[in-house]
């Protein structure tokens, strides 16, 4: 079954994210992937994360098919026009790749090439009418296509902007525009979690629970005061405080793991989607201590 | 207007230090608003020159320094103070500049200032870019707020994932574009107009580089309701 037959016929599922290299060493990443095989039913492989330079998300996706997982392809509108992105959309399909995840992409001020020109021809909303276009076999020209795409378009949403009015609206767009599933911003607070599906639910899309793994109190603070979008409760921030230094990480390992498990038993949400940045290795762990493995 | 800021001095003089004479222009409209080519500016500029050992033939700060004709017209009794320059300095915007550089073909013309943005003065010589002239307006489905010009990323459906309590990740200072549409036009009564819409791709093809437009004078067409 893939990615999107299990999501659309109701299945939990879950999906991790991988980072290409900045370079050409592909050990780390291959170990990701191979690590994550056949625990996860589908890799997001980055674009430039955080508008730092790297190997493309294309490739990464390719390398995952190679190994057996099953990839999908994040796509920012930062870089390229609309040209360029048509242009490897359609490349990724015929290399194999079936899912897509839509974004507009951080600004290239936020990460290592900072005179870089952003492009932003067009932006999330606008890629996937796009893709969805594609896959109607139409380019954004009108222009018929000559064998068309079937991707599973997908989007992002974060449940915890502030101020939420204008955010919900552009979820509401986005899948006006085609989107089927999204892929929300890391959520800690499942209450509020609760909250924001009520107002999903009423759309037929597919919800993916985004988790960022916390390493510290240092670091939930961290994500408070500079990540727009995150929001760690008090509480959370307690218990890893509670936990001290040395068992800090496992606390944080254990605190996705349970919300991982509640999302699953409440069926809250239709999957979750495991951000590790950076220790990936921890991956199968929490999906163990959530009891999924 | 045109915003405009004056060049660092040094930069300026790099490129002009092997003149010995010089005429300078200004403008009136917005260099003078912005405080880098009015009478001031000019009178400033002659005599850092002058104290380096320098000759001003003349100084003029034209009416509107990008209307060419105008200009030229204007610049007619100053015939003999430019024909004496070995350069002619534009205290305006590169605009401004060029139209020096169109009436003087055998005259070296160097620019005073850097041109920044289309902006409004929201407090006295402070600056905001407003419009970023793409050549087709969009002002009309946002509630006159544009966020091809007030957002980073010139974002056509709402608030990016960047946005922090209403406000700007790539400008913190800044107001997020998107929510003060999403307000204005709640307090508009318009919600629902702009939650249906969804723009197609912004036309670039109407910000082609180089822009020339021309008005074509018809007999004034009464315009009657139906």
Not at chain 1, 229 to 248: H, T, Y
Not at chain 2, 147 to 160: A, E, N, W
Not at chain 2, 212 to 224: G, L, M, R
Request: with cysteine; hydrophobic share 35%; net charge neutral.
């Amino acid at each position: 079954m893939t990615f999107r037959e299990k999501l659309e016929s109701g299945k939990f599922v879950i999906t991790a994210e991988v980072g290409p290299p900045k370079g050409t060493d592909i050990t780390e990443m291959v170990h990701h992937i191979e690590l994550l095989k056949g625990k996860v039913d589908a890799i997001n492989i980055t674009d430039n994360q955080s508008a730092v330079m790297r190997m493309n998300s294309l490739s990464g996706c390719v390398i995952c098919l190679q190994h057996g997982v099953e990839p999908i392809l994040q796509v920012t509108c930062r870089d390229r026009n609309r040209i360029g992105l048509q242009s490897d959309i359609l490349g990724a399909y015929v290399l194999g790749v079936r899912n897509i995840l839509c974004m507009t992409g951080d600004h290239v001020s936020a990460g290592d090439h900072k005179d870089a020109k952003p492009v932003y021809d067009i932006e999330s909303v606008g890629l996937i009418k796009t893709v969805q276009g594609l896959n109607n076999g139409k380019d954004l020209s009108g222009t018929d296509l000559k064998g068309k795409t079937d991707f599973y378009i997908g989007a992002v949403v974060t449940p915890e902007a502030n101020p939420l009015e204008p955010q919900l609206m552009k979820f509401e767009k986005k899948i006006r525009a085609g989107a089927k599933f999204f892929q929300t911003q890391a959520v800690y607070d499942m209450e509020r979690l609760k909250e924001f599906m009520k107002f999903a639910r009423q759309y037929p899309v597919k919800i993916i629970a985004g988790l960022v793994v916390l390493k510290s109190a240092g670091m939930a603070n961290f994500l408070n005061t500079n990540v727009p979008g995150i929001r760690v409760p008090q509480e959370l921030i307690d218990e890893l405080k509670s936990a001290g230094k040395e068992k800090a990480l496992d606390t944080g390992l254990n605190i996705t793991a349970r919300h991982i498990r509640q999302i699953y038993e409440e069926k809250i949400c239709d999957g979750v989607h495991v951000m590790a940045i950076g220790m990936e290795d921890k991956v199968p762990v929490i999906l163990e201590r959530a009891g999924l493995l | 207007m045109i915003i405009t800021k004056k060049k660092d001095f040094q930069e300026l003089y790099e490129n002009i230090k092997g003149y010995r004479s010089f005429f300078l222009l200004g403008c009136s409209e917005c260099a003078t608003l912005c405080g880098t080519g009015g009478e001031p500016e000019l009178k400033e500029l002659k005599e850092t020159l002058e104290g380096l050992g320098k000759e001003v033939t003349g100084t003029f700060v034209a009416k509107t320094g990008c209307q060419v004709l105008g200009t030229k017209v204007e610049l007619k009794p100053f015939k003999e103070a430019i024909d004496r320059a070995e350069c002619i300095i534009v205290l305006s915007c590169g605009a401004g500049t060029q139209t020096a550089v169109e009436l003087y073909e055998d005259k070296p013309v160097y620019p005073a200032n850097d041109s920044l943005f289309l902006g409004n003065m929201t407090r006295f010589q402070f600056f905001d870019e407003r419009c970023s002239l793409c050549g087709k307006c969009i002002l009309d489905k946002t509630g006159g707020i544009c966020p091809i010009t007030t957002c980073p990323k010139g974002l056509l459906h709402g608030p990016c994932g960047g946005m922090k309590d209403g406000h700007c990740e790539v400008s913190p200072e800044l107001q997020c574009a998107w929510v003060r549409i999403y307000e204005r036009m709640k307090r508009l009564n318009k919600l629902d107009e702009l939650r249906e819409f969804i723009m197609e791709p912004k036309e670039w093809s109407k910000a082609q580089k180089p822009r020339s437009h021309y008005e074509k004078k018809e007999k004034a067409k009464k315009v009657t309701a139906k």
